[in-house]
């Protein structure tokens, strides 16, 4: 609930994908980064399939990366805090001490949190469809969220 309450914006704000684009100086090549970084992050689970230790510095790489280009641009600046607090959360996790159970539940949650953003980067970056670009933003939360109680990871 903290990354929901803390958000720079509210609901009455919403922006489309045409309207950001026409507004916001954001250079191809960042969106060209982000695109990648994003295929990036789905691709290291999908290689893996599984939570270890390889797997999750790639995918903390991963985050920070998408972190700092998230950060560019003040409309995603709760999201890239958001990448950077999952970030640090990760690297605090000693993976190795899990049972399956708990490794096939933490790299679901992960997956999903990845192809979320990846069907986002596609609505917002893309195809620019989206009628809100954050749209997102509260489903991504409420994953993290899940994913931190879930794993029992104290604020």
Not at 12 to 38: G, H, M, Q
Not at 43 to 70: P, Q, V, W
Not at 83 to 94: G, R
Request: hydrophobic share 40%.
């Amino acid at each position: 609930d903290d990354y929901i309450n803390n958000l720079h914006y509210d609901d009455s704000e919403k922006i489309d994908a045409k309207t950001f684009f026409e507004t916001n100086e954001i250079t191809v090549e960042e969106i060209s980064e982000l695109i990648d970084y994003c295929n990036d992050l789905n691709y290291i689970l999908d290689s893996s399939m599984e939570i270890d230790e390889y797997t999750i510095e790639r995918f903390i790489k991963m985050l920070n990366y998408l972190a700092g280009l998230l950060h560019l641009t003040y409309e995603f600046m709760d999201m890239g805090n958001s990448f950077e607090n999952l970030a640090n959360d990760l690297s605090n996790i000693n993976f190795e001490n899990f049972d399956d159970n708990k490794k096939t539940i933490a790299y679901e949650l992960l997956k999903q949190i990845s192809l979320d953003f990846k069907k986002w980067v596609e609505e917002v970056f893309i195809n620019k469809t989206a009628q809100d670009i954050h749209y997102f933003d509260a489903s991504f939360f409420a994953n993290i969220t899940q994913f931190r109680l879930i794993l029992g990871i104290k604020e």
